[in-house]
């Protein structure tokens, strides 16, 4: 049984690293060939930065949305916990 809790814990330890990891990459569509001889050029029209609509101001969490984190939370604790 204790083998079967140090697996569990590994599997999951594992999958959030993947996540946390894997959490900002985007797949986009390939940049097209360069122009030959063109070196003013930017690097990809895709890789270019929006600026944010809201001018720059940190954005809030609504009361549903804090609600529906704390609730996943709370279940991903008590799974977790019912393991030991």
Do not use: H, R, W, Y
Request: aromatic residues 2%; contains cysteine.
């Amino acid at each position: 049984m204790s083998n079967l809790k140090m697996l569990v814990v590994a599997i999951s330890l594992t999958c959030v690293l993947a996540v946390t990891a894997f959490a900002g990459e985007l797949q986009g569509p390939p940049c097209p060939p360069p122009i030959p001889g063109e070196t003013e050029a930017p690097p990809c029209a895709t890789a270019q930065l929006l600026e944010d609509s809201n001018g720059g101001e940190p954005q809030t969490l609504t009361s549903a949305e804090t609600a529906l984190l704390t609730t996943i939370a709370d279940i991903s604790v008590g799974a977790l916990l019912l393991i030991f």
